[in-house]
Protein backbone atom coordinates (compact mmCIF):
# COMPACT_ATOMS: atom_id res chain seq x y z
CA UNK A 1 0.00 0.00 0.00
CA UNK A 2 1.16 3.54 -0.98
CA UNK A 3 2.03 5.91 1.72
CA UNK A 4 -1.18 8.78 2.13
CA UNK A 5 -2.29 10.86 4.65
CA UNK A 6 -5.63 12.18 5.07
CA UNK A 7 -6.30 15.42 7.27
CA UNK A 8 -9.85 16.43 8.14
CA UNK A 9 -10.82 18.01 11.17
CA UNK A 10 -10.45 16.14 14.37
CA UNK A 11 -14.01 17.83 15.61
CA UNK A 12 -16.75 19.69 13.74
CA UNK A 13 -19.10 21.53 16.14
CA UNK A 14 -22.45 22.14 13.75
CA UNK A 15 -25.94 23.73 14.51
CA UNK A 16 -27.66 26.73 15.66
CA UNK A 17 -25.59 28.29 18.60
CA UNK A 18 -22.66 26.46 17.98
CA UNK A 19 -20.52 29.06 18.44
CA UNK A 20 -21.41 29.52 22.52
CA UNK A 21 -18.81 26.01 22.32
CA UNK A 22 -15.71 27.60 21.38
CA UNK A 23 -14.42 28.46 24.76
CA UNK A 24 -14.73 25.04 26.21
CA UNK A 25 -13.41 23.71 22.67
CA UNK A 26 -10.14 25.98 22.80
CA UNK A 27 -9.59 25.36 26.18
CA UNK A 28 -8.54 21.94 25.13
CA UNK A 29 -5.42 23.43 23.04
CA UNK A 30 -4.25 25.93 25.68
CA UNK A 31 -4.12 29.08 27.23
CA UNK A 32 -3.33 31.71 24.70
CA UNK A 33 -5.73 32.08 21.63
CA UNK A 34 -4.73 34.68 18.92
CA UNK A 35 -8.13 35.87 16.59
CA UNK A 36 -7.34 36.39 13.14
CA UNK A 37 -10.33 37.25 10.50
CA UNK A 38 -12.08 39.57 7.98
CA UNK A 39 -13.68 43.13 8.53
CA UNK A 40 -17.13 41.46 8.41
CA UNK A 41 -16.30 38.27 10.31
CA UNK A 42 -14.54 40.30 12.72
CA UNK A 43 -17.57 42.23 13.44
CA UNK A 44 -19.89 39.93 14.06
CA UNK A 45 -17.84 36.92 16.19
CA UNK A 46 -15.23 39.18 18.10
CA UNK A 47 -17.19 40.18 20.98
CA UNK A 48 -19.11 36.85 21.44
CA UNK A 49 -15.85 35.05 20.98
CA UNK A 50 -14.31 36.77 23.49
CA UNK A 51 -17.05 36.78 26.09
CA UNK A 52 -16.49 32.88 25.48
CA UNK A 53 -12.98 32.28 25.83
CA UNK A 54 -13.16 34.55 29.25
CA UNK A 55 -15.80 31.81 30.68
CA UNK A 56 -13.13 29.28 29.47
CA UNK A 57 -9.77 30.93 31.11
CA UNK A 58 -8.41 31.38 27.56
CA UNK A 59 -6.56 34.62 27.16
CA UNK A 60 -6.80 36.22 23.65
CA UNK A 61 -3.44 37.54 22.86
CA UNK A 62 -4.27 39.54 19.99
CA UNK A 63 -7.15 40.34 16.92
CA UNK A 64 -5.79 40.62 13.43
CA UNK A 65 -7.38 41.37 10.43
CA UNK A 66 -5.58 39.06 7.63
CA UNK A 67 -5.12 42.09 5.46
CA UNK A 68 -7.58 41.48 2.49
CA UNK A 69 -5.95 38.70 0.38
CA UNK A 70 -4.18 35.66 1.25
CA UNK A 71 -0.69 36.04 -0.31
CA UNK A 72 3.02 35.76 1.07
CA UNK A 73 3.12 38.91 2.48
CA UNK A 74 0.37 38.45 4.89
CA UNK A 75 0.67 34.89 5.71
CA UNK A 76 4.54 36.02 7.01
CA UNK A 77 3.01 39.80 8.50
CA UNK A 78 0.52 37.34 11.00
CA UNK A 79 3.01 34.89 11.72
CA UNK A 80 5.24 37.50 13.01
CA UNK A 81 2.22 38.56 15.02
CA UNK A 82 1.45 34.67 16.92
CA UNK A 83 4.75 34.46 17.49
CA UNK A 84 5.50 38.08 19.18
CA UNK A 85 1.79 37.02 21.24
CA UNK A 86 3.38 33.55 21.75
CA UNK A 87 -0.28 32.28 20.35
CA UNK A 88 -0.88 28.24 21.52
CA UNK A 89 -3.97 28.40 18.88
CA UNK A 90 -5.76 30.66 16.20
CA UNK A 91 -9.42 30.69 15.91
CA UNK A 92 -9.85 32.31 12.07
CA UNK A 93 -13.41 33.46 11.46
CA UNK A 94 -14.38 34.99 7.80
CA UNK A 95 -14.92 33.71 4.62
CA UNK A 96 -12.26 31.82 2.69
CA UNK A 97 -9.56 33.92 2.13
CA UNK A 98 -9.23 35.12 5.30
CA UNK A 99 -9.64 31.26 6.69
CA UNK A 100 -7.01 30.31 4.07
CA UNK A 101 -5.06 32.70 5.23
CA UNK A 102 -5.29 31.66 8.91
CA UNK A 103 -4.37 28.00 8.37
CA UNK A 104 -1.31 28.92 6.29
CA UNK A 105 -0.32 30.63 9.27
CA UNK A 106 -0.68 28.04 11.75
CA UNK A 107 1.17 25.79 9.84
CA UNK A 108 4.33 27.95 9.48
CA UNK A 109 3.85 28.35 12.75
CA UNK A 110 2.87 24.90 13.99
CA UNK A 111 -0.11 26.25 15.71
CA UNK A 112 -3.83 24.31 16.12
CA UNK A 113 -6.25 25.86 14.30
CA UNK A 114 -9.95 26.40 15.01
CA UNK A 115 -12.14 27.73 11.58
CA UNK A 116 -15.52 29.29 12.42
CA UNK A 117 -16.85 30.53 8.94
CA UNK A 118 -18.88 32.88 8.80
CA UNK A 119 -20.09 32.79 5.26
CA UNK A 120 -20.89 29.42 3.50
CA UNK A 121 -19.47 30.58 0.49
CA UNK A 122 -16.42 27.21 0.00
CA UNK A 123 -15.92 24.24 1.81
CA UNK A 124 -12.06 26.33 3.08
CA UNK A 125 -13.34 26.13 6.39
CA UNK A 126 -12.32 22.09 6.93
CA UNK A 127 -9.50 21.29 4.08
CA UNK A 128 -6.15 20.95 4.53
CA UNK A 129 -5.13 23.93 1.63
CA UNK A 130 -4.73 27.18 1.55
CA UNK A 131 -4.93 28.94 -2.12
CA UNK A 132 -2.73 31.76 -2.59
CA UNK A 133 -2.85 34.80 -4.09
CA UNK A 134 -0.26 37.58 -5.05
CA UNK A 135 -0.67 41.13 -3.42
CA UNK A 136 -2.62 42.48 -6.36
CA UNK A 137 -5.69 39.73 -6.17
CA UNK A 138 -4.21 37.65 -9.28
CA UNK A 139 -4.16 33.87 -8.66
CA UNK A 140 -0.66 32.52 -7.46
CA UNK A 141 -0.74 28.79 -6.56
CA UNK A 142 -2.29 25.81 -4.63
CA UNK A 143 -0.52 25.34 -1.03
CA UNK A 144 -0.93 22.05 0.54
CA UNK A 145 -1.17 21.73 4.13
CA UNK A 146 0.29 19.37 6.58
CA UNK A 147 -2.46 19.25 8.75
CA UNK A 148 -6.33 20.10 8.51
CA UNK A 149 -7.48 22.80 10.93
CA UNK A 150 -8.04 21.05 14.06
CA UNK A 151 -11.65 22.04 15.06
CA UNK A 152 -14.62 23.73 13.01
CA UNK A 153 -17.38 25.99 14.39
CA UNK A 154 -20.43 25.93 11.89
CA UNK A 155 -23.36 27.65 13.66
CA UNK A 156 -26.30 28.07 11.31
CA UNK A 157 -27.42 31.16 12.81
CA UNK A 158 -24.31 33.11 12.35
CA UNK A 159 -24.46 31.63 8.52
CA UNK A 160 -28.03 32.57 8.18
CA UNK A 161 -27.36 36.29 9.30
CA UNK A 162 -24.32 36.74 6.58
CA UNK A 163 -25.01 38.01 3.12
CA UNK A 164 -27.71 35.89 0.97
CA UNK A 165 -25.54 35.71 -2.29
CA UNK A 166 -22.40 34.18 -0.09
CA UNK A 167 -24.57 31.32 0.53
CA UNK A 168 -25.16 30.62 -3.51
CA UNK A 169 -21.54 30.77 -4.02
CA UNK A 170 -20.92 28.19 -1.61
CA UNK A 171 -23.68 25.87 -3.50
CA UNK A 172 -22.16 27.00 -6.92
CA UNK A 173 -18.44 25.67 -5.46
CA UNK A 174 -19.87 22.92 -3.83
CA UNK A 175 -21.96 21.36 -7.49
CA UNK A 176 -18.60 21.41 -9.00
CA UNK A 177 -17.72 19.01 -6.65
CA UNK A 178 -19.74 16.61 -8.97
CA UNK A 179 -19.27 18.34 -12.17
CA UNK A 180 -15.76 18.40 -12.40
CA UNK A 181 -14.72 14.88 -10.50
CA UNK A 182 -17.06 13.23 -13.04
CA UNK A 183 -15.37 15.02 -15.90
CA UNK A 184 -12.18 14.63 -14.86
CA UNK A 185 -12.85 11.20 -15.82
CA UNK A 186 -11.07 9.30 -12.98
CA UNK A 187 -10.63 5.34 -13.61
CA UNK A 188 -13.29 3.39 -12.15
CA UNK A 189 -13.15 3.20 -8.82
CA UNK A 190 -11.18 -0.01 -7.04
CA UNK A 191 -10.36 1.20 -3.71
CA UNK A 192 -12.77 2.68 -0.78
CA UNK A 193 -11.13 5.98 -0.97
CA UNK A 194 -12.13 6.47 -4.68
CA UNK A 195 -15.47 5.29 -3.79
CA UNK A 196 -15.60 6.98 -0.85
CA UNK A 197 -14.96 10.54 -3.00
CA UNK A 198 -17.34 9.49 -5.58
CA UNK A 199 -19.99 9.10 -3.12
CA UNK A 200 -19.44 12.01 -1.32
CA UNK A 201 -19.13 14.23 -4.53
CA UNK A 202 -22.97 13.29 -5.88
CA UNK A 203 -23.99 13.37 -2.38
CA UNK A 204 -23.10 17.42 -2.59
CA UNK A 205 -25.20 17.09 -5.85
CA UNK A 206 -27.57 15.10 -4.11
CA UNK A 207 -28.55 17.66 -1.27
CA UNK A 208 -28.40 20.68 -3.20
CA UNK A 209 -30.90 19.47 -5.91
CA UNK A 210 -33.01 19.11 -3.00
CA UNK A 211 -32.46 21.42 -0.43
CA UNK A 212 -30.75 24.31 -2.44
CA UNK A 213 -33.63 26.86 -3.46
CA UNK A 214 -35.04 26.46 -0.18
CA UNK A 215 -32.32 27.20 1.59
CA UNK A 216 -31.31 30.14 -0.28
CA UNK A 217 -35.02 31.19 0.34
CA UNK A 218 -34.16 30.46 4.36
CA UNK A 219 -30.77 32.84 3.33
CA UNK A 220 -32.83 35.29 2.36
CA UNK A 221 -34.80 35.32 5.46
CA UNK A 222 -32.04 35.14 7.78
CA UNK A 223 -33.57 31.56 9.13
CA UNK A 224 -31.72 28.87 10.13
CA UNK A 225 -34.21 26.19 9.25
CA UNK A 226 -33.60 22.35 8.19
CA UNK A 227 -33.11 23.29 4.36
CA UNK A 228 -30.30 25.68 5.59
CA UNK A 229 -28.76 23.17 7.19
CA UNK A 230 -28.39 20.47 4.47
CA UNK A 231 -27.24 22.95 2.05
CA UNK A 232 -24.53 23.76 4.90
CA UNK A 233 -23.25 19.79 5.41
CA UNK A 234 -23.17 19.61 1.49
CA UNK A 235 -20.76 23.14 1.79
CA UNK A 236 -18.45 21.98 4.15
CA UNK A 237 -18.63 18.60 5.23
CA UNK A 238 -19.41 16.31 2.26
CA UNK A 239 -17.43 18.67 -0.45
CA UNK A 240 -14.67 18.46 2.30
CA UNK A 241 -14.77 14.61 2.44
CA UNK A 242 -14.73 14.69 -1.30
CA UNK A 243 -11.45 16.16 -1.42
CA UNK A 244 -10.05 14.65 1.12
CA UNK A 245 -10.78 11.15 0.27
CA UNK A 246 -10.09 11.18 -3.54
CA UNK A 247 -6.73 10.52 -4.52
CA UNK A 248 -5.79 12.82 -7.69
CA UNK A 249 -6.99 16.10 -9.51
CA UNK A 250 -10.47 17.34 -8.47
CA UNK A 251 -10.58 20.38 -9.85
CA UNK A 252 -11.34 20.79 -13.80
CA UNK A 253 -12.67 23.72 -16.43
CA UNK A 254 -14.91 25.06 -13.70
CA UNK A 255 -12.28 26.64 -11.48
CA UNK A 256 -10.00 27.16 -14.18
CA UNK A 257 -12.87 29.75 -15.43
CA UNK A 258 -12.24 31.20 -12.15
CA UNK A 259 -8.40 31.36 -12.08
CA UNK A 260 -9.02 33.38 -15.47
CA UNK A 261 -11.44 35.65 -14.09
CA UNK A 262 -9.28 36.77 -11.46
CA UNK A 263 -6.29 38.81 -14.42
CA UNK A 264 -9.59 41.09 -14.90
CA UNK A 265 -10.40 43.51 -12.62
CA UNK A 266 -14.00 44.18 -12.97
CA UNK A 267 -14.38 40.12 -12.40
CA UNK A 268 -11.66 39.26 -9.73
CA UNK A 269 -13.74 39.73 -6.45
CA UNK A 270 -16.98 38.85 -7.52
CA UNK A 271 -16.61 35.88 -5.66
CA UNK A 272 -15.08 32.38 -6.14
CA UNK A 273 -18.01 30.97 -5.74
CA UNK A 274 -20.53 32.47 -7.92
CA UNK A 275 -17.49 32.71 -10.62
CA UNK A 276 -17.01 28.71 -10.45
CA UNK A 277 -21.10 28.01 -10.19
CA UNK A 278 -20.75 29.63 -13.64
CA UNK A 279 -17.92 27.49 -14.43
CA UNK A 280 -19.93 24.69 -13.84
CA UNK A 281 -22.17 25.47 -16.95
CA UNK A 282 -19.27 26.11 -19.27
CA UNK A 283 -17.79 23.04 -18.38
CA UNK A 284 -21.08 20.86 -19.13
CA UNK A 285 -20.67 22.70 -22.27
CA UNK A 286 -17.23 22.22 -22.78
CA UNK A 287 -17.95 18.13 -22.38
CA UNK A 288 -21.01 18.39 -24.98
CA UNK A 289 -23.35 17.70 -22.91
CA UNK A 290 -27.11 17.40 -24.11
CA UNK A 291 -29.47 20.70 -24.11
CA UNK A 292 -31.18 18.71 -21.92
CA UNK A 293 -28.91 17.96 -19.23
CA UNK A 294 -27.47 21.64 -19.63
CA UNK A 295 -31.29 23.27 -19.11
CA UNK A 296 -31.54 20.83 -16.27
CA UNK A 297 -28.34 22.29 -14.66
CA UNK A 298 -29.54 26.13 -15.33
CA UNK A 299 -32.77 25.87 -13.96
CA UNK A 300 -30.70 23.94 -10.55
CA UNK A 301 -27.92 27.46 -10.91
CA UNK A 302 -31.25 29.67 -10.99
CA UNK A 303 -33.02 28.38 -8.00
CA UNK A 304 -29.74 28.65 -6.03
CA UNK A 305 -29.15 31.88 -7.20
CA UNK A 306 -25.82 31.26 -9.50
CA UNK A 307 -25.38 33.65 -12.23
CA UNK A 308 -26.61 32.14 -15.92
CA UNK A 309 -24.68 34.81 -18.17
CA UNK A 310 -21.35 36.56 -17.67
CA UNK A 311 -23.08 39.76 -18.10
CA UNK A 312 -24.58 38.79 -14.40
CA UNK A 313 -20.94 38.67 -13.60
CA UNK A 314 -19.82 42.36 -14.71
CA UNK A 315 -22.26 44.09 -17.73
CA UNK A 316 -19.34 45.95 -18.99
CA UNK A 317 -16.70 43.32 -20.34
CA UNK A 318 -15.20 44.74 -23.80
CA UNK A 319 -13.59 41.71 -26.11
CA UNK A 320 -10.01 42.38 -24.42
CA UNK A 321 -11.16 42.06 -20.89
CA UNK A 322 -12.94 38.60 -22.08
CA UNK A 323 -10.13 37.55 -24.51
CA UNK A 324 -7.49 37.82 -21.48
CA UNK A 325 -9.87 36.00 -19.24
CA UNK A 326 -9.96 32.75 -21.41
CA UNK A 327 -6.45 32.77 -22.40
CA UNK A 328 -5.77 32.97 -18.74
CA UNK A 329 -8.52 30.44 -18.00
CA UNK A 330 -7.02 27.61 -21.08
CA UNK A 331 -3.56 27.84 -19.41
CA UNK A 332 -4.49 27.68 -15.82
CA UNK A 333 -2.97 23.89 -13.84
CA UNK A 334 -7.11 23.29 -13.48
CA UNK A 335 -7.95 23.49 -17.27
CA UNK A 336 -5.26 20.33 -17.96
CA UNK A 337 -6.86 18.26 -15.32
CA UNK A 338 -9.69 18.18 -18.31
CA UNK A 339 -9.98 14.56 -20.48
CA UNK A 340 -8.77 16.86 -23.80
CA UNK A 341 -6.85 19.72 -24.33
CA UNK A 342 -9.26 23.33 -24.24
CA UNK A 343 -8.25 25.65 -26.35
CA UNK A 344 -9.75 29.65 -26.27
CA UNK A 345 -12.11 28.90 -29.26
CA UNK A 346 -14.21 25.86 -27.36
CA UNK A 347 -14.13 27.81 -24.23
CA UNK A 348 -16.02 30.19 -26.33
CA UNK A 349 -18.38 28.27 -27.88
CA UNK A 350 -19.05 26.98 -24.80
CA UNK A 351 -19.79 30.43 -23.04
CA UNK A 352 -22.15 31.28 -25.85
CA UNK A 353 -23.99 28.11 -25.64
CA UNK A 354 -24.76 28.09 -22.14
CA UNK A 355 -25.52 32.06 -22.98
CA UNK A 356 -28.01 30.84 -25.68
CA UNK A 357 -29.48 28.11 -23.72
CA UNK A 358 -29.53 30.67 -20.52
CA UNK A 359 -31.34 33.18 -22.82
CA UNK A 360 -34.37 30.46 -24.30
CA UNK A 361 -34.71 28.89 -21.10
CA UNK A 362 -35.49 32.46 -19.13
CA UNK A 363 -37.59 33.59 -21.95
CA UNK A 364 -39.98 30.74 -21.41
Known sequence: MSLAQIAFPARVIRGAGA???????????????????????????????????????????????????????????????????????????????????????????????????????????VTPLTIRYHDDGHFRDMLHLPHAPAAVVIDSQLLAAAPARWL???????????????????????????????????ICYQLIEEFGAAACQAAELCQADAALEQALDAIFLFAGLTSVMGSGAHAAAAHALFEGFTVCDKTRNFGHGLLVGYGNLCLLALEQRSDEELLAALRLAQACRIPLHLADIADDLDNQAINAIMAAAVEAPDMANMPHPVTVTQLAQAMQRVHELADRMCKG
Open 168 to 202: AAGLGDTLAKWYEYRAIGHPPALNGMALAAQANSR
Open 19 to 125: LEEIGTLCAGYGSRAMLIGGARGLAVTEARIGNCLRAAAVERVGCEQYGGECSETQIARLGAVAHSAAAQMLIVAGGGKAIDTGKAVGAACGLPVITVPTIAATCAA
